[in-house]
């Protein structure tokens, strides 16, 4: 079973009113495919559209041209509530940045995304969840009274809280330091083995990369898989 | 997606609202303006309920004709044929001696069955319990009311005269019903038999007496009556829903006055609402986003909001209601004991429809589509903070502007005046944004002189000159409403207060006769008036206009047959006073003496569509004089001046049979000076003022008092309108002046350079929101209230230095601390 793939994906942009006339093409025919509970690393430097590229797998944006399928489903043929029921409870995301609701205690958070995923026991199944990445005890607590550390697990634990089949991840310990940016790591590997969701992660850390099964590489707007050493 | 979530999503945010607060002032401006509606539309509607109601009692009848000449002896028996109760009586001014004393009464004389509608109620001696009775004083008794006992200090049983006439008072009257129709009659009563009235000498030419006739019956039969009878055109039917016009005309003042501060009230609360939500929804496009990277669609992301929006209005709305049925008691308070026998009915729950209409179009007109706007917010943001949708809500706006108009109109019934307001808004915004504009143009020079602080104040300002005239446009219009309540409050309600001045005459004398001149003048020059003024006046017919034969039937207009169906008051001479004002041609000088000319009153213009030029023939007893129009006036009638509508320069009218009338102002020590009048000179008729005046100053102080509390309303709109325009910018600035700490700029730095650019835009904010109250206030004068206003220069530099303060200490209030926080803090929170 496929969970995400794409054919000859091709992103161009304006660059802004600026009067700017030239096209900038970040994705230059991308193709990849993805099966159910693969995990996929995405390698590239600063600036070669990882996060353009995760954001035409997830739905978020629409392609210049080219095909992308989503949990089997043709992104190209639903309008952006059609990828946005597709997406619920179905895909989850980790942001570099976080991005929790700031009204939203962190319990609130996690339970929001379950209930946009239908499920029916929101609130115990995300206190279970909010258990499991360690933050029992804060429970109430708002956003801005939390670490970077603990917004982040917060945030893992919303991706999961809807049992997504696909999570995907952009550089979620970008804004992180070492260790805690590790101990993320080891809880995201751990809740998506337990889940068996496929993780599709965009990093430029090579370390990080390496506990994917595929590690692939993006430059000149184009995908290149690296050699894996079989797991 | 399903409602239950929405629904419960929604209700989480909004426990969460003490973190936006910008939504704070939404629900505090939706709350103000349900408050000012509904205290006003409650109270208004009470007030309309009772006029309405009034039943016949407030009349004595069911229906009423009164002149000042003898009724048709036939109306009496069309009414008895058709089965109708009818009596007639008099009222008439006099003098009444008791002893030493003196009072000048309103006499009113009547026949047995007096009063066909309602009781009246007396009591044997002063203050003591009173009892109902359908009789009437017997002939050669008369009846008193509270006044009239204590300043003639009565007695049971006292002899009175009137007249000719000895009277024994033998009872206290404490109730009339067709006495408080209106506003406290003007002089006290004393209540005599007709038959006496027959040979008291009290009804000869000259007296003032009013003839009223009064019907009771079924409603049919009077509606028979009206329509089987020709009423001369001098005289009207009058009904209890139209009794005493003049309570009406000062309600309908101080009605409109509460109209507009209920207009400015919801306007700028919907200036407040829209921006407060442009705010929320600039804040909501993070959270949409991730919402829908969530799988939520945009039309369960605008059901969520909209729900918390409309659950934060339903409170606001029921508080608002709450606080504006409180409101109402106050105003019903202040105004409803300017009418006698009023009961106001207990507010209908129909009248808060109307300002819970108004919350609702202000929640879905305002403060709604910059929510929708956000709700289009493409889930890329979560990546890419410039990914937006675009949306414009100007139109949408401008709808609701003309909703919540069409509301207000509906509730207050005067759209034309709803209209006015928002117009004027329109021009003062559009005003205020063109002057803040060339303003903040002009700044640009000045931003690289300077301390650091001051060039970056000013530098923000100017960097972002759409923000800036945004935010000096709201600021504008907030203070705006500041100064227009000041304006109103301090010069126009003073205006209406002070029209009456300390020595205005509260005498007036008339029925003088010619050959009495010299010795009245030399009565009042011995007690020291010597700049006694008289008037001559004459009565004359209009009989030719132009040279062509005119009478009541050459007009349509109903009003125009009554009025030349009258005898003109007309009066000659060379001097015109204070309150008349020439609209057209020029006052005479001596060159006019015996010059058939004529200055008439605008009124005369109106009505008979005259110009100057025209001639105007008219007959005085057997003499006809042909005049021409030379100037036209404005009178201003209740300045308690004698005045007349038609005024000739000195010498034409000579040889006319005239009386004479003068106004003087007589202290209150001094009022013994009317009993040697009476005396003296028995047949002039003294017209004491004093009470009508005390009661149109009191009327106005509580009028006043009533406009004052709404105005306070406006204030508070024109304050959250403020604050809505600093708290706007307030997210932004935080991570600014954040940003720029971590750069190195010291917090002191910041400080004053934030200081400085609000002190730059509550400068521009108070000069252009002195100029354009002005312009309104002086519209306002002049055209809705028509009362005199000038400049006053101390406004502009009081809103100016003002408007820098307020906005000064708001910002300041809203960002210190911002300046506090550590900047790491300000940045990651935001
Ligand atoms: N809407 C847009 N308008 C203009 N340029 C854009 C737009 N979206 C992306 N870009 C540009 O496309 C390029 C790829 O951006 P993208 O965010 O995908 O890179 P990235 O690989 O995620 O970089 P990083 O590792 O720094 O996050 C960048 O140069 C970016 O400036
Ligand atoms: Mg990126």
Same mark, same amino acid.
């Given at each position: ?10 992103? *161009? ?6 009067g ?15 099966n ?6 995405i ?25 992308n399928?989503?949990?089997g ?5 639903? *309008?952006? #509530? ?24 962190a ?59 696909i ?38 850390d ?26 | ?9 929604a209700?989480r ?11 704070r ?38 229906l ?12 009496? $028996? ?78 049971t ?22 006495r ?15 038959? $006496? ?115 934060l209005g ?10 504006g ?8 308070n ?20 109307a ?8 929640l ?44 207000l ?126 008037w ?20 349509? #207009? ?14 000659w001479? *060379? ?14 000088? $001596? ?8 200055s ?62 003068t ?5 209150? *020590? ?12 028995p ?12 009661q149109?100053?009191?009327?106005? $102080? ?10 306070l ?21 935080a ?29 521009i ?19 809705v209230?028509?009362i ?8 502009w ?27 790491t ?6």
């Open positions: 079973m496929t969970a995400v793939e794409a054919k000859a994906l091709i992103k *161009d942009v304006n660059p802004a009113q600026s700017g006339t030239n096209l900038l093409h970040i994705l230059r025919g991308v193709n990849l495919k993805v159910a509970g693969e995990t996929v690393a390698l590239g430097g600063s600036g070669s559209g990882k996060t353009t590229l995760l954001s035409l797998l997830a739905g978020l944006d629409l392609p210049s041209q080219g095909e399928w989503l949990d489903q043709r992104l190209n043929d639903l *309008d952006e #509530d059609g990828r946005a029921a597709l997406r619920a409870g179905r895909v989850g995301f980790v942001f570099q940045s976080f991005q929790l609701l700031p009204g939203f205690s319990l609130e958070n996690v339970m929001l995304a379950a209930e946009l995923a239908g499920e029916r026991n929101a609130e115990s199944s995300a206190r279970q969840i909010l258990a499991q990445v360690g933050l029992q005890d804060r429970l109430e607590h708002l956003p801005h009274q939390l670490s970077g550390g603990e917004q982040q697990r917060v945030a893992i634990a919303r991706a999961f809280a809807g049992k997504p089949r999570l995907f991840a952009d550089e979620p310990t970008g804004n992180l330091d070492t260790v805690t940016g590790e101990r993320i790591i080891e809880l995201l590997f751990e809740l998506n083995r337990a889940q068996g969701t496929t993780l599709i992660l965009v990093t430029h090579a370390a990080l990369a390496e506990r994917c099964r595929r590690v692939l590489h993006l430059r000149d707007g184009q995908l290149h898989e690296q050699e894996q050493q079989v797991a | 997606m399903n409602k239950r979530l929405a629904l419960r999503y209700g945010r909004l426990r969460r609202i003490t973190s936006a607060g910008e939504l002032v939404l629900a505090l401006a939706i709350f103000i303006a349900v408050t000012a509606a509904a205290a006003v539309g409650l109270f208004s509607d009470r007030m309309r309920g009772a006029l309405e109601a009034q039943s016949g009692e407030a009349l004595g009848a069911d009423l004709v009164t002149g000042r000449e003898a009724l048709p002896a036939d109306l009496a $028996d069309a009414a008895e044929q058709l089965g109708i109760q009818t009596l007639e009586h008099l009222n008439f001014p006099s003098l009444v001696l008791a002893g030493d004393n003196t009072a000048l009464a309103a006499i009113k004389a009547v026949s047995p069955g007096y009063p066909l509608r309602g009781e009246l109620r007396i009591a044997p001696e002063a203050f003591s319990p009173a009892a109902t009775t359908r009789d009437i004083p017997k002939p050669g008794e008369a009846w008193a009311d509270a006044r009239l006992w204590s300043e003639l200090g009565l007695q049983g006292s002899q009175v005269q009137v007249g000719n006439l000895k009277l024994t008072v033998s009872a206290f009257l404490e109730y009339e019903p067709d408080g129709v209106g506003f406290v009659d003007l002089a006290p009563r004393l209540l005599v038999n007709r038959q $006496d009235i027959a040979d008291s000498g009290l009804l000869g030419p000259g007296s003032r007496v009013q003839y009223t006739r009064m019907f009771s019956a079924a409603a049919n039969s009077l509606a028979q009556l009206r329509k089987t009878t020709d009423l001369p055109p001098a005289l009207r039917w009058i009904t209890p829903s139209e009794a005493r016009p003049e309570v009406r005309q000062a309600l309908d003042r101080a009605g409109k006055f509460l109209d507009i501060a209920v207009l400015a009230v919801a306007l700028l609360a919907a200036v407040a609402v829209a921006l407060t939500a442009q705010q929320h929804g600039e804040r909501l496009r993070d959270e949409i986003a991730v919402m829908k990277c969530l799988g939520a669609s945009r039309a369960f992301v605008l059901q969520a909001h909209i729900l918390s929006l409309l659950l339903a409170i606001s709305t029921l508080l608002g209601l709450l606080a049925y409180a409101g109402q008691a106050v105003l019903a202040l105004l409803a004991g300017l009418i006698q026998n009023l009961d106001l009915p207990a507010p209908a729950l129909g009248a808060m429809i300002p819970a209409g108004l919350a609702m179009i202000m879905l007109g305002f403060a709604a589509p910059p929510l929708v706007t956000a709700s289009g917010t493409p889930p890329m943001r979560v990546f890419q903070r410039s990914a937006e949708n675009s949306g414009s809500t100007s139109v949408i706006w401008a709808t609701a502007s003309l909703a919540v108009l069409a509301i109109g509906w509730q207050t019934r005067e759209l034309e005046l709803g209209a006015y307001v928002l117009a004027g808004s329109a021009a003062a915004l559009i005003l205020l944004a063109l002057i803040t504009w060339l303003l903040v143009r002009s700044l640009t020079g000045l931003r690289h002189r300077g301390g650091l602080s001051w060039r970056f104040g000013l530098g923000n300002i100017a960097r972002r000159r759409r923000r800036s005239i945004g935010q000096a446009v709201a600021l504008g219009l907030g203070l705006l409403a500041l100064l227009l309540v000041s304006v109103v409050r301090e010069d126009l309600l003073n205006a209406w207060q002070d029209r009456l001045p300390a020595d205005t005459p509260n005498v007036f004398l008339i029925n003088i006769q010619s050959e009495q001149l010299d010795p009245l003048k030399s009565f009042f020059a011995a007690r020291g008036y010597d700049q006694l003024r008289l001559p006046m004459a009565r004359g017919r209009l009989v030719e206009l132009n040279g062509e034969a005119v009478t009541a039937d050459s007009f349509e #207009d109903p009003d125009t047959q009554r009025w030349i169906n009258r005898d003109f008051n007309m009066s001479s *060379d001097y015109i006073g204070w309150d008349n004002k020439i609209t057209e041609g020029e006052w005479w000088g $001596d060159e006019a003496d015996g010059q058939a000319w004529l008439a009153e605008e009124y005369a213009r109106e009505r008979l569509g005259i110009g100057i030029g025209d001639r105007m023939t008219l007959q005085f007893g057997p003499e006809k004089i042909e005049f021409t129009v030379h100037n036209f006036r404005e009178v201003q009638w209740d300045s308690f001046q004698p005045n007349f509508f038609l005024l000739a320069p000195p010498g034409v009218i000579e040889n006319v049979p005239a009386q004479w009338l106004s003087f102002y007589l202290p209150r *020590d001094q009022r013994s000076l009317l009993r040697d009048l009476m005396t003296e000179f047949n002039i008729t003294a017209l004491d003022l004093e009470a009508a005046m005390n149109v100053r009191s009327i106005v $102080d509580r009028l006043v008092q009533a406009v004052e509390f709404m105005l309303f406006t204030l508070l709109a024109g304050l959250v309108v403020l604050l809505a325009a600093i708290e706007g910018t307030r997210g932004e600035r991570r600014e002046t954040a940003l720029l700490r971590t750069l190195g700029a010291s917090s002191r730095t910041l400080q004053w350079g934030l200081l400085s650019e609000f002190a730059v835009l509550g400068l904010a108070g000069l252009v929101a002195a100029a354009t109250a002005q312009g309104i206030a002086w519209l306002l004068a002049v055209q209230f028509d005199p206003y000038g400049l006053s220069p101390g406004l530099l009081i809103s100016t230095l003002a408007g820098a303060g307020l906005v000064m200490l708001f910002g300041w209030l809203s960002l210190r601390g911002v300046l506090r926080t550590p900047p803090r300000v940045l990651q929170g935001a």
